[in-house]
């Protein structure tokens, strides 16, 4: 056991994580910011808060899932390129700890459905982050 832990690199998979979360927060901050922007120059003033509200939560969610996993390969790609032999162990790290991450907020603000596939679209990015890190792919 030990030695497998010792084969993953920690600041490498703590980075992972952090590109992937950061990669899905600030999508999604853009898409609903340019959303209230383009509602805002329709109106000419003021958007309705009404609108920016709905579509926040219509589309923060699965939104939010496509770039956990997408955050998790890129991440899983990077902490597994820097750990030459355990890219694999890296990549697959990085997949679990972003998508713990992801559960935990989700469960903050009322869990849901979209947990469980952002979970699984997580591990899936970092493991195949991983498995193209090592060449197998």
Aim: glycine share 14%; hydrophobic share 55%; with cysteine.
């Amino acid at each position: 056991m030990s030695a497998t832990r010792a084969r993953i690199k920690l600041g490498w998979v703590a980075l992972g994580v952090l590109l992937a979360v950061l990669l899905a927060m600030v999508v999604v901050t853009l898409v609903v910011t340019v959303y209230a922007t383009y509602l805002g120059f329709e109106a000419s003033g003021a958007p309705d808060p009404a609108l920016i509200k709905d579509f926040a939560s219509k589309t923060s969610a699965p939104l939010t899932v496509a770039l956990i996993g997408i955050g998790a390969l890129l991440g899983g790609l990077l902490a597994g390129r820097k750990a030459k032999s355990a890219a694999q162990e890296n990549g697959l790290a990085v997949g679990i700890a972003s998508g713990v991450v992801m559960v935990v907020v989700d469960f903050l603000s009322g869990p849901s459905l979209w947990s469980a596939a952002g979970l699984l679209l997580a591990v899936t990015g970092g493991w195949l982050g991983g498995e193209v890190a090592k060449g197998c792919i």
